[in-house]
Protein backbone atom coordinates (compact mmCIF):
# COMPACT_ATOMS: atom_id res chain seq x y z
CA UNK A 1 0.00 0.00 0.00
CA UNK A 2 1.05 3.57 -1.09
CA UNK A 3 0.99 6.18 1.37
CA UNK A 4 1.44 10.14 0.57
CA UNK A 5 1.40 12.49 3.66
CA UNK A 6 1.75 16.26 2.31
CA UNK A 7 2.88 19.17 4.68
CA UNK A 8 4.32 22.48 4.25
CA UNK A 9 0.89 24.40 3.28
CA UNK A 10 0.11 27.29 5.34
CA UNK A 11 -0.76 31.50 4.55
CA UNK A 12 1.14 33.75 3.01
CA UNK A 13 1.32 37.40 1.12
CA UNK A 14 1.10 37.45 -2.31
CA UNK A 15 4.82 37.53 -3.81
CA UNK A 16 5.73 35.04 -1.08
CA UNK A 17 6.73 31.52 -1.19
CA UNK A 18 5.94 28.21 0.15
CA UNK A 19 7.63 24.72 0.04
CA UNK A 20 5.52 21.66 0.02
CA UNK A 21 6.85 18.16 1.01
CA UNK A 22 4.99 15.09 0.12
CA UNK A 23 6.80 11.77 2.17
CA UNK A 24 6.58 8.66 0.40
CA UNK A 25 6.02 5.13 2.32
CA UNK A 26 9.46 3.98 0.69
CA UNK A 27 12.07 3.85 -2.46
CA UNK A 28 9.45 1.44 -4.03
CA UNK A 29 6.95 4.39 -4.70
CA UNK A 30 9.73 6.78 -6.20
CA UNK A 31 10.76 3.49 -8.71
CA UNK A 32 7.63 2.04 -9.50
CA UNK A 33 5.49 5.50 -9.78
CA UNK A 34 5.42 9.11 -11.25
CA UNK A 35 4.74 11.76 -8.86
CA UNK A 36 2.41 14.53 -9.20
CA UNK A 37 1.02 17.56 -7.97
CA UNK A 38 -2.37 18.46 -8.16
CA UNK A 39 -4.57 21.39 -6.36
CA UNK A 40 -8.32 21.99 -5.65
CA UNK A 41 -10.04 25.61 -5.12
CA UNK A 42 -13.66 25.92 -3.84
CA UNK A 43 -16.03 25.82 -7.04
CA UNK A 44 -13.47 24.77 -9.71
CA UNK A 45 -12.29 20.68 -10.79
CA UNK A 46 -9.23 19.34 -9.30
CA UNK A 47 -6.12 20.95 -11.03
CA UNK A 48 -2.89 19.51 -12.31
CA UNK A 49 0.30 21.30 -11.38
CA UNK A 50 2.96 19.63 -11.63
CA UNK A 51 4.76 16.37 -12.27
CA UNK A 52 7.83 14.95 -12.32
CA UNK A 53 9.36 11.47 -13.46
CA UNK A 54 10.23 7.91 -11.77
CA UNK A 55 14.17 9.15 -12.42
CA UNK A 56 13.35 12.55 -11.65
CA UNK A 57 15.27 13.89 -15.04
CA UNK A 58 11.95 14.48 -16.64
CA UNK A 59 9.12 17.21 -15.19
CA UNK A 60 6.26 19.21 -16.87
CA UNK A 61 4.33 22.16 -15.59
CA UNK A 62 1.05 23.63 -16.17
CA UNK A 63 1.37 26.91 -17.84
CA UNK A 64 -0.38 28.68 -14.77
CA UNK A 65 2.92 27.63 -12.50
CA UNK A 66 5.86 27.15 -15.36
CA UNK A 67 8.25 29.56 -13.73
CA UNK A 68 7.35 30.33 -10.68
CA UNK A 69 7.20 26.40 -9.18
CA UNK A 70 9.62 23.75 -9.19
CA UNK A 71 8.66 19.63 -8.44
CA UNK A 72 11.76 18.03 -7.13
CA UNK A 73 12.73 14.80 -5.81
CA UNK A 74 14.70 14.06 -2.75
CA UNK A 75 15.74 10.05 -3.04
CA UNK A 76 17.68 9.98 0.19
CA UNK A 77 14.27 11.28 2.09
CA UNK A 78 11.79 9.29 -0.25
CA UNK A 79 10.12 12.45 -0.69
CA UNK A 80 8.87 14.55 -3.25
CA UNK A 81 8.72 18.64 -3.12
CA UNK A 82 7.16 21.73 -4.73
CA UNK A 83 8.94 25.03 -4.14
CA UNK A 84 6.49 27.41 -4.99
CA UNK A 85 7.77 31.22 -5.70
CA UNK A 86 5.53 34.25 -6.54
CA UNK A 87 2.53 33.15 -5.15
CA UNK A 88 -0.78 34.62 -6.38
CA UNK A 89 -4.58 34.64 -4.35
CA UNK A 90 -5.25 32.35 -7.70
CA UNK A 91 -3.03 29.63 -6.04
CA UNK A 92 -4.98 29.39 -2.85
CA UNK A 93 -6.27 25.83 -2.61
CA UNK A 94 -6.15 22.69 -1.48
CA UNK A 95 -2.54 21.12 -3.07
CA UNK A 96 -2.61 17.03 -3.30
CA UNK A 97 0.51 14.86 -3.79
CA UNK A 98 -0.05 12.04 -6.29
CA UNK A 99 1.23 8.85 -7.49
CA UNK A 100 1.02 7.00 -10.91
CA UNK A 101 1.84 7.58 -14.70
CA UNK A 102 3.04 10.17 -16.72
CA UNK A 103 -0.23 11.42 -17.47
CA UNK A 104 -1.96 15.41 -16.43
CA UNK A 105 -4.62 13.76 -15.82
CA UNK A 106 -6.37 12.74 -12.28
CA UNK A 107 -7.73 9.84 -12.87
CA UNK A 108 -4.34 8.35 -14.07
CA UNK A 109 -3.42 8.48 -10.41
CA UNK A 110 -3.41 5.81 -8.43
CA UNK A 111 -2.79 7.14 -4.47
CA UNK A 112 -3.17 10.09 -2.97
CA UNK A 113 -2.57 11.89 0.02
CA UNK A 114 -4.81 13.73 2.78
CA UNK A 115 -3.76 17.25 1.16
CA UNK A 116 -2.22 20.37 2.29
CA UNK A 117 -3.75 23.75 2.61
CA UNK A 118 -2.39 26.74 0.83
CA UNK A 119 -3.51 30.44 1.16
CA UNK A 120 -2.55 33.12 -0.15
CA UNK A 121 -3.59 36.50 0.82
CA UNK A 122 -3.37 39.96 -1.51
Known amino acids: QVQLVESGGGLVQAGGSLRLSCATSGRSTFSTYVMGWFRHAPGKEREFVAI????????YYSVSVKGRFTISKDNTQNTVNLQMNSLKPADTALYYC??????????????WGQGTQVTVSS
Open 98 to 111: AAGTWRISAGSYDY
Open 52 to 59: ISRSGTNT
